[in-house]
């Protein structure tokens, strides 16, 4: 067994341990055994930052939520933070997303029918990002149809209902980049 991290260090390498598992195998095989093994604590040091298995889902839903909005705020704010901005910066959170990261984010989403206590924190953030794009003026429902046309995309390959070749995510994601550039 790895040795035990401190406790000032652990937490991040739980929640790093937790997503790896998560990403792997899915939440309904997690066990906090399992995480403080990967994590190099021991289940002591895991309970004393998580104490039931459902807080540790909870922070690594958080933290999830966290980089995806840090991620899409630098985008836009890179872009100049209008309209078409964070349009593009949501475009490039759909195109290219990390595929450790779409395994993490579907094992979650497939756990929330288990665990529904985790879509709370997911639908704030979607409130927060949606409600930009309702405060469009004139162009609101269309910036709303683009926004939620590429969660539509991210949702279909998540849930394997539907992956799409890699030209027809090129012309998809230039389409998008045309129309949004339209409504600065």
Sequence with gaps: MPRPASRAS????????????????????LTLEGV?????????????????????????VERVLIQVEERYRSRAERHGNTLAARLSSLVEETF??????KR???????????YPHLLGPVQAMFARIYGQ????G?????????????DGIVFLELQNLHHFAPDEREAMRQAILTISRQLS
């Design 36 to 60: 403080a093994y990967r994590a190099g604590v021991t289940k002591g040091g895991l309970i004393y930052h998580f104490k039931t298995k459902d807080d540790l889902l909870a922070a690594v």
């Design 96 to 101: 290219d997303f990390p595929e450790d990261e």
């Design 104 to 114: 993490l984010q579907a094992n979650l989403l497939a756990a929330a029918s288990s």
């Design 138 to 150: 004139a162009n609101t429902g269309l910036a709303l149809v683009l926004a939620a046309a590429l």
């Design 10 to 29: 652990s937490r991040p390498n739980i929640l790093d341990a937790a997503a790896e598992l998560i990403a792997q195998h899915g939440v309904h095989d």
């Design 133 to 136: 794009f309702s405060e469009a």
